[in-house]
């Protein structure tokens, strides 16, 4: 993948794309990236008709529904501010595959390849961006210690290149020890319509996700994708394995929420 080209200047104002399972079922993760994006005086725009990106029609090999129900979203983001997504793999749909959706579409396809410009996952904005400094918080005495392990969706490392961010943010947390386990760069398991179409293959990729976590002796699995939260989590509750997961965005709020000041530094 090409290295991007950030802007060298932090924008004041955003737009959140905060996907389907954010929406529907972890929406607290959704309202802590606004969180860690207004502490940095950023103003967030979140437009209401936003549904899906289009990305499990498109996994399935249905390019014309994917189509459809990405072009109900074009129009949203018409001003020319970031688009953030609190997802990888719903960013890469946006920033690799809008574009080749609408290829030939002399309308949409240059709205596809604008907007598709600036988008950004979460962390790679907060990162590359923002420049978020988390080493200069002091440790909260208060706060208990943390053994966390990573994980990465195979489109964040694929199609968006945000391992190391998300790597670089949690390192720099106060009172935060991340562990790297044997499974780390396999996938969960969820893919999507995967699940559905070869669950058992899928049920043992994410035991062996599992397993792998559980036998660092980690407290969570913190991840930026729902999708894979979502299908490790519920594996762990029902192994009975004592693994807790958390969204990135609300695990770096709720760890730095004390601080009132922004944390990026000025460029």
Same mark, same amino acid.
């Given at each position: 993948?090409p290295?991007?080209?950030?802007p060298?200047?932090a924008?004041s104002?955003?737009?959140?794309?905060?996907?389907?399972l954010?929406?529907?079922?972890?929406?607290?993760a959704?309202?802590?990236?606004?969180?860690?994006? #207004? $502490?940095?005086?950023?103003?967030?725009?979140?437009? $209401?008709?936003q549904?899906?990106?289009?990305?499990?029609?498109y996994?399935s090999?249905?390019?014309?529904?994917?189509?459809?129900?990405a072009?109900a979203q074009?129009?949203?983001?018409?001003?020319s501010?970031?688009v953030i997504?609190? !997802?990888?793999?719903?960013a890469?749909?946006?920033r690799?595959?809008?574009?080749?959706?609408?290829?030939d579409?002399?309308?949409?396809?240059?709205?596809?390849?604008?907007i598709?410009s600036?988008?950004?996952e979460?962390?790679?904005?907060?990162?590359n961006i923002?420049?978020?400094?988390f080493?200069? *918080?002091?440790?909260?005495?208060? !706060?208990?210690d943390?053994?966390?392990?990573l994980?990465?969706?195979?489109?964040?490392?694929?199609?968006?290149?945000?391992r190391?961010?998300?790597?670089?943010l949690?390192?720099a *947390?106060?009172?935060?020890t991340?562990?790297?386990?044997e499974? #780390?760069?396999?996938c969960?398991?969820?893919g999507?319509?995967?699940?559905?179409?070869h669950?058992?293959i899928?049920?043992?990729?994410?035991r062996?996700?599992?397993? !792998?976590?559980?036998?660092?002796?980690?407290? $969570?699995l913190?991840?930026?994708?729902?999708?894979?939260?979502l299908n490790?989590?519920?594996a762990?509750?029902?192994?009975?394995?004592p693994?807790?997961v #958390?969204?990135?965005?609300t695990?770096?709020?709720?760890r730095?929420a004390d601080?009132?000041?922004?944390l990026?530094?000025?460029?």
């Amino acid at each position: 993948m090409p290295e991007r080209t950030y802007p060298k200047a932090a924008p004041s104002h955003v737009y959140l794309f905060a996907t389907c399972l954010v929406d529907l079922f972890v929406p607290a993760a959704g309202m802590d990236a606004v969180r860690l994006l #207004e $502490r940095e005086h950023l103003t967030v725009h979140y437009p $209401r008709g936003q549904s899906c990106c289009g990305q499990p029609a498109y996994s399935s090999g249905n390019p014309d529904e994917a189509r459809r129900v990405a072009a109900a979203q074009l129009d949203l983001f018409a001003e020319s501010w970031p688009v953030i997504v609190p !997802s990888g793999s719903c960013a890469g749909m946006m920033r690799h595959h809008w574009p080749a959706l609408f290829a030939d579409d002399p309308v949409n396809g240059p709205k596809a390849r604008e907007i598709a410009s600036r988008v950004y996952e979460l962390a790679e904005f907060l990162v590359n961006i923002l420049h978020i400094r988390f080493d200069t *918080l002091p440790h909260d005495a208060a !706060s208990p210690d943390e053994r966390v392990v990573l994980h990465t969706s195979c489109a964040a490392r694929r199609e968006m290149g945000t391992r190391g961010h998300g790597v670089a943010l949690v390192d720099a *947390l106060p009172g935060v020890t991340r562990i790297e386990h044997e499974r #780390e760069s396999e996938c969960c398991g969820f893919g999507g319509t995967f699940s559905l179409k070869h669950p058992d293959i899928s049920g043992a990729m994410v035991r062996d996700k599992v397993a !792998s976590a559980c036998a660092t002796g980690c407290d $969570r699995l913190v991840s930026a994708d729902c999708g894979c939260l979502l299908n490790i989590g519920h594996a762990a509750a029902k192994q009975g394995a004592p693994l807790h997961v #958390e969204h990135l965005a609300t695990f770096l709020w709720r760890r730095t929420a004390d601080a009132t000041a922004p944390l990026g530094t000025p460029q």
